[in-house]
């Protein structure tokens, strides 16, 4: 019982999806850096997103450790792939938060 507690395995793999959707609809370079808070790219991202978040909580409960891993998985992949930290914790925040 208690091992399962801390068996996050399903939760890493969704933040690391979670993030490849990221790094899939928007690029590192051109325009959409300079205007991705601002773009429609950026909000249906966003939005597919949320519906990626919504599916995956109302399937399992997560505990603290569990979301954590969540959040922690998603944010390594994007700085593992050059995101700018700021942008990257402005993210994992806005995930926290929708989980």
């Given at each position: 019982m208690w091992f399962s507690?801390?068996?996050?395995?399903?939760?890493k793999q969704f933040g690391q999806s979670l993030a490849a959707i990221l790094i899939e609809r928007l690029s590192l370079e051109g325009?959409?850096?300079n205007n991705r808070l601002m773009?429609?790219?950026h909000d249906a991202m966003l939005h597919n997103m949320m519906e990626q978040i919504s599916s995956f909580t109302r399937d399992?409960?997560?505990n603290t450790y569990k979301k954590a891993?969540?959040?922690n998985?998603?944010?390594?992949?994007?700085k593992n792939k050059g995101y700018d930290s700021e942008y990257v914790d402005q993210l994992?925040?806005?995930l926290m938060l929708k989980i």
């Open positions: 507690w801390f068996d996050a395995r399903e939760e325009p959409a850096r773009g429609k790219k399992r409960k997560m891993q969540v959040g998985a998603f944010k390594w992949a994007l994992t925040n806005w």
